[in-house]
């Protein structure tokens, strides 16, 4: 009886065995899969980044938690196109478990939420509050995919698109009349043309831009970054480029003419925007140059408000420069329709302002005239006992500019021990200052960052852009993108990346980043603005080639709804336009199944540093199609 003892396991044992043995067996086989999978993936990644799919992605995943057969259909990659064909003979096919988002009517084909004419008619016309941003609440949302107008193309590449534009694209022919007779736009068949005139500058820009260049040099690189307020279809900061000058445009939505539209259709940069009630949505010391050719704009009323709002945004040193009245009135009165003693007397004006500001005049020559902000505020705080208004504004934050209200005191520029200083810090001539550590960095103005830090940015991103080209060929061929917007800009390194190609960076400091940025990349010589991503940005439909969005719904995480800033990257990317996604693996899962249903060619590809990295990309191809096509 003891011996059959020794012999008989039991049942128990038994089965503990072989559970053992076949635990042993499937670890090894999972083994043998992820190790398969691994090499598998190391091939594809290998191959043209393109056509790289999720499987690699999925298996390193997959792996650590246990083995999962096949990945979710939603997960799966397609092949994706990134060239321009204006046309496409069908839609996606969307799955039937996936939200689709209906197209919206047509009437909304330039609808910008912010700045909707219906719902600014209910806010005062007195200096124009009606027409800043009045963004629409929750429950007005769209949920809807704002419609190409029929017949659109993709935008001739730049800098054809300098000169012209296809008239399908904008509609509207009320510019050509108004402006008829200075040269600003006129149609040709089915393109609108550009001359480059404007209403100061009838024999165009870039003759105009000369005569500036004799006064102020724009070509020793002092001069990076300008301001043009009331900026028209922007031919002023068209013609800038060419010299190396980036200049941020604005003007106010138009009822029907639609100019800042035009700007954007050209490849220039610009946005809606108005000088009213609220700060420009820019940093203080921004732009080295600002710019006004008969705008409109009422610098000498409401205790020079407006001027004064152009000083916080100059840097130390920063050059304002107005064409168009009441300059050279005694020669222009007449046909402004004016009397002489108006002119004069705004002129007068418009000089005491300046002189309160302790701006100096340089030069007023012909129908130009150029004022400088001082380098420091050593010397103006001597004279503001003498000239006590305005004041200095008392503790404030100068580069706060989102809904921030302008006030009638002057902000203060960073002090200085000796009046040869230049507030804030010198910055080196272009292109030197676009690798440079920004003087708000070295100096500790931005708490917890360091030179070390921008400067392993700034090789970062340019090791980041070059595997965006790998993945992107398109990307790296002249003429295919060329308005871009970084939403979550940081540094500026994505846009210093680009420098080199035939592109420009609208770098956008989200409002609730940890850190402001926004004053260190216009340093770089680099321009943006401020936004909050919880609301619709202000431009028109259709404004950007490519987006770059790095870690956006990570930091906008419980915020606001993902699908709303879907729907908004949406209105604003171009038909056939690319998005580049940034973001932790799971966070592009739950992207990919909302953006399945808006008409998008979707795919989630490797990081740069392999696939065994949580944050990866999702690559975006927005598909082509029109009002027509509903």
């Not at 047509?106 to 700045?115: D, I």
């Not at 949302?141 to 017949?151: E, F, N, R, V």
């Not at 050209?266 to 008969?294: E, Q, T």
């Not at 994505?494 to 609208?506: E, H, N, S, Y």
Request: glycine share 6%.
């Amino acid at each position: 009886m003891a011996g059959v003892t020794v012999l008989y396991t039991g049942p128990y044992k038994y089965h503990k065995i072989q559970h053992k043995r076949r635990n042993i067996l499937s670890l090894a086989l999972v083994a043998l899969l992820c190790l398969a999978s691994y090499f598998l993936g190391i091939w594809q990644h290998s191959r043209s980044a393109t056509s790289s799919s999720f499987s690699t992605i999925f298996t390193a995943i997959t792996c650590k938690q246990g083995p999962i057969t096949t990945p979710p259909s939603s997960l799966v990659a397609s092949s994706l196109d990134f060239t321009a064909h204006h046309t496409a003979d069908e839609t996606p096919v969307v799955s039937g478990s996936t939200k689709r988002f209906r197209p919206c009517d047509l009437k909304f084909s330039e609808y910008t939420p912010c700045e909707d004419r219906d719902r600014s008619l209910k806010f005062p016309r007195d200096r124009l509050i009606y027409r800043e941003r009045h963004c629409p609440a929750k429950k007005e949302l769209l949920k809807c995919l704002i419609p190409a107008p029929h017949g659109y193309r993709n935008p001739f590449p730049w800098p054809a698109s300098r000169g012209m534009a296809w008239f399908a694209n904008v509609p509207h022919k009320e510019l050509t009349v108004e402006k008829a007779v200075q040269n600003w736009i006129r149609v040709d068949g089915d393109k609108f043309r550009f001359p480059g005139g404007g209403t100061m500058f009838p024999d165009g820009a870039d003759a105009y831009i000369d005569d500036i260049d004799q006064l102020v040099s724009l070509r020793d690189g002092s001069i990076r970054t300008a301001l043009d307020t009331g900026c028209g279809v922007a031919s002023w900061g068209a013609y800038l480029l060419s010299r190396n000058i980036t200049t941020m445009s604005f003007a106010p939505r138009d009822s029907h003419e639609a100019q800042v539209q035009f700007a954007l259709e050209r490849g220039v940069p610009a946005m809606i925007g108005v000088l009213a009630s609220n700060r420009l949505p820019y940093p203080s010391r921004a732009f080295d140059m600002a710019h006004c050719s008969r705008c409109l704009i009422p610098w000498h009323l409401y205790d020079g408000l407006f001027l004064i709002e152009v000083d916080r945004v100059l840097r130390p040193g920063g050059y304002w420069i107005l064409s168009g009245p009441p300059i050279h009135w005694k020669r222009h009165w007449k046909g402004w329709e004016r009397t002489k003693e108006d002119l004069n007397e705004e002129q007068t004006a418009l000089e005491k302002v300046a002189e309160s500001l302790c701006w100096k005049k340089i030069k007023e020559q012909g129908d130009i005239a150029i004022w400088q902000k001082p380098f420091n505020h050593m010397d103006c705080k001597v004279a503001k006992k003498q000239i006590q208004l305005p004041n200095f504004c008392a503790a404030q934050n100068p580069d706060a500019a989102w809904y921030n209200k302008m006030e009638t005191c002057i902000t203060p520029l960073p002090e200085v021990l000796s009046k040869s200083q230049v507030a804030g810090g010198q910055l080196k001539k272009w292109p030197e200052r676009l690798t440079a550590v920004p003087p708000r960095i070295s100096s500790g103005s931005l708490k917890g960052v360091t030179a070390d830090m921008f400067l392993k940015d700034t090789e970062l991103w340019k090791r980041r852009v070059g595997y965006y080209k790998t993945l992107i060929n398109q990307l790296g061929q002249k003429g295919r993108y060329r308005n871009l917007l970084d939403m979550n800009a940081q540094f500026g390194g994505f846009a210093a990346a680009l420098i080199d190609d035939p592109v420009w960076v609208m770098n956008m400091v989200p409002t609730i980043a940890k850190v402001n940025t926004l004053g260190a990349i216009y340093e770089r010589g680099l321009i943006g603005s401020y936004q909050d991503w919880c609301e619709a940005m202000s431009t028109y439909p259709r404004t950007y080639d490519l987006l770059h969005a790095d870690s956006i719904f990570t930091l906008y995480k419980d915020r606001c709804d993902m699908e709303d800033i879907l729907l908004e990257m949406d209105r604003i990317l171009r038909p056939e336009g690319t998005v580049i996604f940034r973001d932790d693996v799971d966070t592009l899962v739950k992207i990919k199944s909302i953006s399945d249903g808006m008409r998008w060619d979707s795919q989630i590809v490797d990081h740069e540093d392999g696939p065994l990295k949580r944050e990866k990309l999702l690559l975006v191809v927005k598909t082509y199609w029109t009002a027509q096509d509903q």
